[in-house]
């Protein structure tokens, strides 16, 4: 476990989104947010690409930087080709 949570956790913390604002945006308990921030569950793959959207109505650039940061590596490669 843990690569989406660490990408949640950095782009969070770079951006100053809180765990409760992004679980209020996501219309999820607080602690579901806590459990991917802490990399005690992963998210589905459908429910990242729910929180790349909630984070982009918050700041579009803590969405970029999640994905980036989540599935960066994957996109660069697949674009230099």
């Known amino acids: 476990m843990g690569k989406a949570g660490k990408s949640l956790r950095q782009?969070?913390?770079?951006?100053?989104?809180?765990?409760?604002k992004l679980a209020v945006t996501l219309k999820v308990d607080r602690s579901v947010v806590f459990h991917w921030f802490h990399e005690n569950r992963d998210p589905s793959a459908e429910t990242v690409v729910q929180i790349?959207?909630?984070l982009h109505s918050l700041n579009p650039d803590a969405a970029a930087e999640f994905i980036r940061l989540y599935v960066g590596d994957f996109l660069k490669s697949d674009q230099e080709d």
Do not use: F, H, M, P
């Open 52 to 54: 790349a959207e909630a």
């Open 11 to 20: 782009a969070l913390e770079t951006y100053g989104i809180s765990q409760n």
